[in-house]
């Protein structure tokens, strides 16, 4: 019997400037190289050269986040991923990655199921500012509580209905181009006869 051949791809994961493990890809395979310290770090693309990055965009995976700089060529961007989990340590890392190299502004480019309005309302959380913390304080499959401690409810209001109609327009557009039906992220309650 000839020998198997193996080819994976490995995205190494940097937290503090060091690589604490690997994201591995390959033909039917996915997963993390052994003793990966997954929990608190990032797989990072390369700094842009000259000029310093507008933002960071983060996003689930390394191939994810390769796809969005392919379709967003001209974008000054520093690039990350959580490799599958976004943990309170990662969004600290992403802190003080943005902090260091003085990139202003975050972009999440999860993907559009309920894992990735997940991750970005974690996302949010992590990022809100002292005025307005938000913390998530509970978690099902199709549905997230986040509580917001704000003197300015109207402020928060108006977000999350900028949010509810950014969501909606881009599962609209997604389902345009698509030609799928239209599948609402939460589930409506079956009616009882």
């Known amino acids: 019997m000839p020998a198997k051949t193996f080819v994976n791809t490995a995205f190494p994961a940097y937290h503090d400037g060091r690589v604490v493990g690997l994201e591995l890809k390959g033909e039917g395979f996915k997963g993390q190289a052994a003793e990966s310290q997954f929990a608190r770090s990032l797989w990072l693309s390369k700094l842009p050269e000259g000029k310093p990055p507008t933002h960071l965009v983060v996003s689930e995976s390394a191939i994810d986040t390769l796809s969005y700089a392919q379709l967003h060529p001209g974008e000054r961007a520093l690039y990350a991923s959580t490799s599958g989990t976004l943990t309170q340590n990662k969004i600290f890392e992403m802190k003080r990655l943005m902090e260091e190299e003085r990139i202003p502004t975050i972009k999440s480019a999860f993907d559009n199921d309920t894992q990735g309005h997940h991750f ?17 304080v509970r978690e099902h499959e199709h549905l997230l509580t986040v509580e917001v401690t704000t003197a300015n409810l109207p402020s928060v209001q108006a977000v999350t209905q900028q949010l509810k109609a950014f969501n909606a327009r881009t599962t609209e557009h997604y389902h345009r181009e698509s030609g799928e039906a239209i599948i609402p992220a939460i589930p409506k309650p079956c009616a009882t006869s």
């Open 120 to 136: 970005d309302t974690r996302l949010l959380a992590g990022f809100a500012s002292a005025q307005n913390p938000m913390k998530v």
